[in-house]
């Protein structure tokens, strides 16, 4: 059997977050070798902790497990479907979160580094990647993140000739369980819901009513805030928003976002409804540690301690972190970016990740995994296409290239970070009768429509997989 051409020479990436560690492991996994850099600890970043592989420092949070009717819990399906690295560490080291799959950050790092290392096709190199990559490395997956040093960032941005865009995420508190008053504070998830690990209670709520909720506004509203250079030009992505940002939108803002109190119950005043409700979230396999849902924040750090122990339940409260913020830097990808995720101008270079114009864990994941698919593709003489458009990942492809805008010339429209979501793809007609011939409910038609969509997802999948 003759060898596939280039198949000996590896493919290189960049950056051992969780789009490049999961495009490493397809490469890998693919039986192409793999040299993988990351410039941790040799350089260090503003939000990393340690030198572990695919550490999160955001959240503990991939969000919703829910395949039929949420559109990253079936993203979530196509990628395990698909053999990912980095659904398989979360599905190992989750942690209760009512329907949202939650991760011990710890472990869940030490997994992928493990596996990462174990394997015989992959070598870690530990250095900063100052600036374009060597002419010789003719295959590379960029999958530097939120926090790309600036040599390679400025690199990039000379070579794609137009200028680069960028926003500030915001990192949510974390609290040691045992400061929270739960005399005031009890433990339920909205509506009763179950997440992956069974459990309904995975969250610990803290009720407020009206007064205190005004009060708690009029301090986040008063409260210092982190400065910086050209402070109103600053784009926040909008699924990421400071808590303090939001109450600058609106005084109901908060109570129809984070603090909404729908679907929980206070069982020590069962008929009385909270004006407005605080959720924390565990964030550790111990259950030691628990993150305040929502609350990314820019206030001084002086402050936030003094502000937040306004919430009933956490005039205790003691902070294993307080809230901080990380520049994030993305590229205009349907400019820049071909469906393989290749730099028009530079086809060696393939980006993944938040770089993309993606946002959130698993979608930068989900890319890192299509990146490391089309590489290792390539290496080995084949063609991949990306995967149809009616799946999650297909979907994600079509957002960061410019197949989702319709009626628009590409590259004259304002692009922005997006989560997946159903709105990218193909829309279906919505069912009025059930498989079982009954009509549908009006109030049940709209998530009877996003389960037809995953289906047709699912199955769209598997033959792409096939073919």
């Not at 929502?294 to 956490?314: C, D, N, S, W």
């Not at 990380?326 to 990740?353: C, E, Q, W, Y």
Request: glycine residues 10%.
């Amino acid at each position: 059997m003759s060898t596939p051409p280039n198949s000996a020479r590896p493919v290189h990436v960049i950056g051992g977050g969780l789009a490049g560690s999961e495009a490493a492991w397809q490469i890998a996994q693919a039986g192409v070798p793999v040299i993988l850099h990351e410039m941790r600890p040799v350089r260090g970043t503003d939000a990393h902790q340690t030198d572990g592989l695919a550490e999160m420092v955001c959240s503990n949070s991939f969000r919703s497990d829910d395949w039929q009717f949420n559109a990253v819990g079936l993203l979530h399906a196509e990628m395990r479907k698909l053999d990912s690295l980095i659904m398989s560490a979360a599905d190992q080291h989750q942690v209760p979160a009512g329907g949202a799959l939650a991760v011990d950050r710890d472990g869940f790092s030490a997994e992928v580094t493990r596996r990462i290392e174990a394997h015989p096709l992959i070598t870690i190199a530990r250095e900063e990647v100052a600036g374009l990559p060597p002419e010789d490395w003719d295959s590379v997956v960029v999958a530097t993140g939120p926090l790309t040093s600036p040599a390679l960032a400025d690199a990039i941005l000379d070579l794609s000739g137009e200028g680069q865009l960028s926003f500030f995420d915001a990192i949510a508190p974390i609290i040691h369980v045992e400061s929270i008053d739960m005399d005031i504070a009890w433990r339920q998830s909205r509506y009763d819901k179950e997440g992956p690990g069974g459990d309904a209670a995975a969250y610990i709520n803290c009720p407020m009513n009206k007064a205190e909720y005004e009060a708690f506004i009029d301090a986040l509203l008063e409260g210092p805030k982190a400065e910086f250079k050209d402070w109103e030009h600053v784009p926040y992505f909008d699924g990421c928003l400071p808590i303090e940002v939001m109450a600058e939108r609106g005084r109901e803002t908060l109570r129809h976002g984070p603090m909404k109190p729908v679907g929980l119950t206070n069982p020590r005043d069962p008929l009385v409804k909270a004006h407005a409700i605080v959720q924390l979230r565990q964030d550790n396999a111990l259950g030691t540690l628990w993150n305040m849902v929502g609350f990314q924040t820019k206030l001084k750090h002086g402050a936030q301690a003094e502000v937040f122990r306004m919430i009933p339940g956490l005039a205790n409260a003691q902070f294993a972190r307080l809230g901080g913020l990380h520049r994030n830097t993305f590229i205009n990808s349907p400019r820049l970016l071909d469906r393989s995720l290749r730099m028009k101008v530079a086809p060696r270079l393939r980006f993944a990740g938040q770089m993309t114009g993606v946002e959130g864990y698993v979608e930068s994941a989900a890319t890192g995994l299509l990146a490391g698919r089309f590489a290792a593709a390539e290496r080995l003489g084949k063609t991949l296409d990306a995967p149809p458009p009616t799946t999650a990942l297909g979907a994600l492809v079509d957002h960061v290239t410019g197949g989702h805008i319709e009626g628009a010339e590409v590259g004259k429209t304002s692009f922005q970070p997006m989560n997946i979501n159903y709105g990218l793809l193909p829309p279906m007609e919505t069912p009025k009768i059930g498989d079982d011939g009954v009509k549908i409910p009006l109030k049940e038609r709209g998530r009877a429509k996003k389960r037809l969509m995953s289906v047709r997802a699912l199955a769209d999948l598997d033959g792409w997989m096939a073919g």
